[in-house]
């Protein structure tokens, strides 16, 4: 573990720790899984202002797509003032090139400390205790293919995580695909096809790659943390939703209005 992530990750040990300690009383065997979630659940809470700023960064640069394709056809050969038009387009849009990039960077340090805390063995120099306990009999240190094959309840409890993780990844694909619709005004569009559409189509269930890969205590994080990412996505398009329907909705009398006063002003006395 590196010596930058070693502090942060042994302090969130001992966090995790004692709520799991805590929970234990109430719900015994579960409460390192338990631990696990409300752990994951608390700190995505705290980073969801950073989540929805790059939602919001991500909605402006599908936006703004189309109109940066057509400044590198008309000046493609102008590097200088492709730059500057594309400058200009992000100021006026009060916006910039990486809106939606610099707020999951800023995530990354926290994420990782997570993710490094559900898989390595040790924290500190000591065993992490967290990975001997167990959900449904499977120790939460446990690895894919690692005990008795895919028969064993070993396999099966990795097999519902996984199935779990690729029906996040579907949702998420098919959220994002939606966000990017709604922000350009165009139909939810396929993935495409070729090598480029499959990459675009296999890319979302990477996550369920890396928890094959991973300790159960990670994949547990990992469906978590999706899951999370899910529900920002559908809370992000929900009030998307509502700020677009609210100048419509306060348009929508005024017009009706008006075509009653033409109306009424050609009815006979």
Known sequence: MSSFLGV?????YHLVSGLTGILTPVLGGLAAVAAIVAFTMAVRLLLMPLSLRALRGQAVQARLAPQLVALRQRYGKQPERLQREMAALYKREGTGMFAGVAPLLL????????????????????????????????????????????????????????????????????????????????????AGAGTAGLLVRVLPYLTVVIAAFAPLAAGIYLLTSLAWSLAERMFFLTRSARAAAGPAASRAPASGRAAAGRSGRGRPL
């Open 107 to 190: 995530q990354w340090p926290f994420l990782s400390v997570m993710y490094l805390l559900f898989r390595s063995p040790t924290v500190g120099g000591a065993a992490n205790t967290l990975l001997t306990r167990d959900l449904l009999g499977v120790p939460l240190g446990a690895h894919w293919l690692s005990g008795a094959g895919l028969a064993s309840a070993q396999g099966a409890v990795f097999l519902g995580v996984f199935a779990l993780l690729a029906g996040l990844c579907w949702l998420s694909a098919r959220f994002g695909r939606l966000m990017t619709a709604r922000a350009t005004g165009a139909q939810p569009a396929p």
């Open 8 to 12: 942060p990750v042994d302090a969130a």
